[in-house]
T-cell receptor, first 110, second 116 residues
Framework: KQEVTQIPAALSVPEGENLVLNCSFT??????LQWFRQDPGKGLTSLLL?????REQTSGRLNASLDKSSGRSTLYIAASQPGDSATYLC?????????FGAGTTVTVRA | GAGVSQSPSNKVTEKGKDVELRCDPI?????LYWYRQSLGQGLEFLIY????????KSGLPSDRFSAERTGGSVSTLTIQRTQQEDSAVYLC??????????????FGAGSRLTVL
């Protein structure tokens, strides 16, 4: 069974600092890895998807890396803003099923 | 539609009652998924549909849970004889297809179920 762990569980930083969120998974036989953002009371918004053959993906201030052999991914958010405050979820896919981590709740202080 | 629509957004029911949760996926998306997000439990997979077929129902917690999809579009998740432990946010997602490594899921806002 795929186990996904996210560290830290919570993070509070001043505006402008870079954020580093970690995700690890136990079974490296994955199709892809996705990072989602969830705002309180809302659904999930897909931020980045990294296919199993890829090493990283970038979108604006966001960069995600994937090391499939070691079962790790890192999400970097550059120059954080208060609007980045949310819960960030990592999910790995084995074709049709996503296995989610418990998330990292980020607070960016103005 | 432009996004995945779920209804109701909030549902409060009494223990023992049946509830139906509806999901309207993005037009043209053949794959549809149901997940449950419970407090302290994280997100768990319930079921997925490819067209109107549900190849994997293994995530449904008990036989009180069932789901169907008609016309390759709208899906309904039904919970019979609700229990307090069914209280959660039920999230629906859709995607173009299954089995594609570039498969991005689009989630709805969820249906929050509270069983008193």
């Amino acid at each position: 069974k795929q186990e996904v762990t996210q560290i830290p569980a919570a993070l509070s930083v001043p505006e402008g600092e870079n954020l580093v969120l970690n995700c690890s998974f136990t079974d490296s036989a994955i199709y892809n890895l996705q990072w989602f953002r969830q705002d309180p009371g809302k659904g999930l918004t897909s931020l980045l998807l990294i296919q199993s053959s890829q090493r990283e993906q970038t979108s604006g201030r966001l960069n995600a890396s994937l090391d499939k052999s070691s079962g790790r991914s890192t999400l970097y958010i550059a120059a954080s803003q208060p609007g980045d405050s949310a819960t960030y979820l990592c999910a790995v896919s084995n074709d049709y099923k996503l296995s989610f981590g418990a998330g990292t709740t980020v607070t960016v202080r103005a | 539609g432009a996004g995945v629509s779920q209804s109701p957004s909030n549902k409060v029911t009494e223990k023992g009652k049946d509830v139906e949760l509806r999901c309207d996926p993005i037009s043209g998306h053949t794959a549809l998924y149901w997940y449950r997000q419970s407090l302290g439990q994280g997100l768990e997979f319930l079921i997925y549909f490819q067209g109107n077929s549900a190849p994997d129902k293994s995530g449904l917690p008990s036989d009180r849970f069932s789901a169907e999809r008609t016309g390759g579009s709208v899906s309904t998740l039904t919970i019979q004889r609700t229990q307090q432990e069914d209280s959660a946010v039920y999230l629906c997602a859709s995607s173009l297809a299954v089995g594609n490594r570039a498969n991005v899921l689009t989630f709805g806002a969820g249906s929050r179920l509270t069983v008193l």
